[in-house]
């Protein structure tokens, strides 16, 4: 399996427009979590699926992120209209609970950066 | 409620002398303790977990529920390990992982 598969990598914009990070999880994952990482507030968890459902969505920042898993295969978290504050390396990560494993693997992050 | 504390921001040794990293957590029920870690610029990598109860790298981490602490240990620090460490915690029956703030150690030659 390759890994947890984030893109784009890098991504800059301007303030105001739409942008959307995808996110393909480990085949046979049940959990999918999205997390976003700054110097200032560290590792945020913004929300996470499983089996496809959105069981706690409490860190999303506000109503301008949006996140959805239309598939066990396929994720994306979309901000609009970004803000210079939502400037971050947004982390994608999957799990399974079976087996005992439970174990999160991370996704290499997309860099976000708003101007 | 769960939470993870991570008292140290910043920790700097020197090459050879032994590293600790500490470690509490808030949780009311039985949870699952990881420490993962960032290299520069990479990923978030699993470091190792309390049921596996095994060396990585030369770390090793003890469970205490007593004192609720999962303090990562190494004897002899080394300069590759030099990274971000984030403590985590999660619960058997489902719930979400749940990280600390992070201690970024350096180890200085």
């Known amino acids: 399996d390759a890994g947890v598969i984030q893109s784009p990598r890098h991504e800059v914009t301007e303030m105001g427009q739409e942008v959307t990070l995808r996110c393909k999880p480990i085949?046979?994952?049940?959990?999918l979590f999205w997390y976003r990482q700054t110097m200032m507030r560290g590792l945020e968890l913004l929300i996470y699926f499983n089996n496809n459902v959105p069981i706690d969505d409490s860190g999303m920042p506000e109503d301008r992120f949006s996140a959805k898993m239309p598939n066990a295969s396929f994720s994306t978290l979309k901000i609009q209209p970004s803000e210079p504050r939502d400037s971050a390396v947004y982390f994608c990560a999957s799990s399974s609970r079976g087996d005992g494993a439970n174990v999160l693997t991370f996704g290499a992050g997309s860099r976000l950066t708003v101007l | 409620a769960q939470r993870v504390t991570q008292p140290e921001k910043l920790l700097s040794v020197f090459k050879g002398a032994p590293v600790e990293l500490k470690c509490n957590y808030s949780y009311s029920g039985s949870p699952e303790l990881f420490w993962y870690v960032q290299y520069s610029r990479q990923r978030l990598q699993l470091l190792l977990r309390?049921?596996s109860r095994e060396s990585i790298k030369g770390f090793t981490a003890d469970l205490n529920k007593g004192e609720t602490s999962f303090h990562l240990k190494k004897p002899f620090a080394q300069e590759e390990d030099s990274a971000m460490y984030y403590c985590?915690?999660?619960?058997?029956?489902?719930?979400?992982?749940?990280f600390g703030p992070g201690t970024r150690l350096s180890v200085l030659p």
């Open positions: 309390h049921i």
């Open positions: 985590a915690l999660s619960g058997f029956s489902g719930q979400n992982f749940v």
């Open positions: 085949s046979g994952h049940d959990y």
